[in-house]
């Protein structure tokens, strides 16, 4: 067996339970599937935030947080 990588449990906002995790320059998100109706559906989903698009969010972030009141 080859580990590739290992998760932390979180917790969001909403109080949601879900696990982070690292694989290259991507951040590894691993959720409960809260829709699932049939045996058919997954149990998890596990979705990828490329780093790119983490710099860019946490950019977004801090320019929504700028207060236009402030002279520098």
Known sequence: MIQLTAF???????????????????????????KKDSEKHPDLILCIVPQDQEKREDRERT??????????
């Open 63 to 72: 320019e929504d947080n700028h207060d236009p009141d402030i002279p520098f």
């Open 8 to 34: 932390w449990k979180k917790t969001s906002k909403n109080d949601r339970t879900y696990y982070q995790g690292k694989l290259g320059n991507g951040r590894l998100l691993l959720f409960k599937n809260d």
